[in-house]
Each structure stands twice: as structure tokens, then as C-alpha cells.
């Protein structure tokens, strides 16, 4: 059964940082490029980090140099590590394979202030 626990959001100020974990069954994780996605109020939600089993990742323009994203292949967990957030990273954000992302979490809700 496909399912991913995404954690870590909350409240941050402005140029502060956070940690996102999500950990996902083995069935969407093993073996798939893993994203995270980002939905912002009144937005769809996009891709904004993904990373390769190789582990080698990209960006999307609005986080590169500030946000990067991992991954535990033996526990079967992706991480985002945040910093110099600033109010328009304001959303949920969730995880999913990269490629044909299938089953979505929960999510987890970051809140920048100014």
C-alpha cells in the first residue's frame, strides 16, 4: 500500500530554516526519482526539488541556493532543508516520485512571515 508521512513544517520567520522529512512506503520510494512538491495558496502545486537514486538533484529556480533535498535510501526518506525562507515559500508541501507521482499524502504546512 502506497503512503508517505510528510513532517517538520510550522511557522518560520523570514530568513530563518526549517527540515522537512517524509517518510514513504517502499513502493512509491524504492527504485523512483523523489520530488518535493509545493503548494501555494490560490497555486497549483509544482515540483520545486527532486533528486535521482543516484542522488544527484535540481531546483526549481525559486529555491536553488537556499533549499536542497536528500534522500536515505535504507529508510526510505527524503528530506528538504530550508534556509533563508521568505514569505512566498508559504504553503504545503509534499512529497512524491518524481516521475507519474501517484498517491498523495497529507503534506505538511510551512508559514513564512515577514
Known amino acids: 500500500q502506497e503512503h508517505a508521512v510528510e513532517s517538520g513544517g510550522g511557522l518560520a520567520q523570514a530568513g530563518g530554516s526549517l527540515r522537512l522529512s517524509c517518510k514513504a512506503s517502499?513502493?512509491?520510494?524504492?527504485?523512483?526519482?523523489m520530488a518535493w512538491y509545493r503548494q501555494a495558496p490560490g497555486k497549483q502545486r509544482e515540483p520545486i526539488a527532486w533528486?535521482?537514486?543516484?542522488?544527484?538533484?535540481d531546483y526549481a529556480d525559486s529555491v536553488k541556493g537556499r533549499f536542497t533535498i536528500s534522500r536515505d535510501n535504507a529508510e526510505n526518506t527524503v528530506y528538504l532543508k530550508m534556509n533563508s525562507l521568505k514569505p512566498e515559500d508559504t504553503g504545503v508541501y509534499y512529497c512524491?516520485?518524481?516521475?507519474?507521482?501517484?498517491?498523495w499524502g497529507q503534506g505538511t504546512q510551512v508559514t513564512v512571515s515577514s
Open positions: 512524491n516520485k518524481y516521475f507519474h507521482p501517484g498517491y
Open positions: 517502499g513502493s512509491i520510494f524504492r527504485g523512483n526519482a
Open positions: 533528486i535521482f537514486i543516484s542522488g544527484s538533484a
